[in-house]
T-cell receptor
Framework: KNEVEQSPQNLTAQEGEFITINCSYS?????LHWLQQHPGGGIVSLFM???GKKKHGRLIATINIQEKHSSLHITASHPRDSAVYIC??????????FGQGTRLTINP | DAGVTQSPTHLIKTRGQQVTLRCSPK?????VSWYQQALGQGPQFIFQ???????QRGNFPDRFSGHQFPNYSSELNVNALLLGDSALYLC?????????????FGPGTRLLVL
């Protein structure tokens, strides 16, 4: 079993839909990253959080440390949101352990 | 302000050969981490360099080695290449301040081993 599990692995939705991607982890962590990876490989950090909730534009990330669970939400989804979304947890000071990613496709 | 840069962008090698990948961190960053991402998988941590020394290492064989230079740039070397080493190799930089810092990723080097 992977230390970081994401669901779903693939998600297809229509433009405008509310999107939720889930991340569960089995190890003790100090913080969690949500990352976005576009075709071609470039990775962009969306959020780093260790408690509560963060919001940036149409993106919202929440984390529940006790339940070892985090969610990434996208409101009013748009085709340009199509990408792979990766959850990664910090083990130790700077080592990241990654989930397998969720491939999101938003159709116009 | 240049972000993290990696070279080359693509590389084709044959089994048994050796390869060197390069990474320049974001300006002001002193820590470089390397990751291997196989097709359809999430990245796997290879190792991390700080102050020209390897600080942490993931579950990779000794064929994978690295180096950090005084200007904080870094190299990843892989010897005796195997077909299974074909992957996207990502470099990420950050600034060590005793706690977790956002890591900034480079565009990656896509390695194909034939």
């Amino acid at each position: 079993k992977n230390e970081v599990e994401q669901s779903p692995q693939n998600l297809t939705a229509q433009e405008g839909e509310f999107i939720t991607i889930n991340c569960s982890y089995s190890v003790g962590i100090s913080a969690l990253h949500w990352l976005q990876q576009h075709p071609g490989g470039g990775i962009v950090s969306l959020f780093m959080l260790s408690s509560g909730k963060k919001k940036h534009g149409r993106l919202i990330a929440t984390i529940n440390i006790q339940e070892k669970h985090s969610s990434l939400h996208i409101t009013a989804s748009h085709p340009r949101d199509s990408a792979v979304y990766i959850c990664a947890v910090f083990q130790g000071a700077q080592k990241l352990v990654f989930g397998q990613g969720t491939r999101l496709t938003i159709n116009p | 302000d240049a972000g993290v840069t990696q070279s080359p962008t693509h590389l084709i090698k044959t089994r048994g050969q050796q390869v060197t990948l390069r990474c320049s961190p974001k300006s002001g960053h002193d820590t470089v981490s390397w990751y291997q991402q196989a097709l359809g998988q999430g990245p796997q941590f290879i190792f991390q360099y700080y102050e020209e020394e390897e600080r942490q290492r993931g579950n990779f064989p000794d064929r994978f080695s690295g180096h950090q230079f005084p200007n904080y740039s870094s190299e990843l070397n892989v010897n005796a290449l195997l077909l299974g080493d074909s992957a996207l190799y990502l470099c990420a930089s950050s600034l060590v301040q005793g706690h977790q810092e956002t890591q900034y990723f480079g565009p990656g080097t896509r390695l194909l081993v034939l």
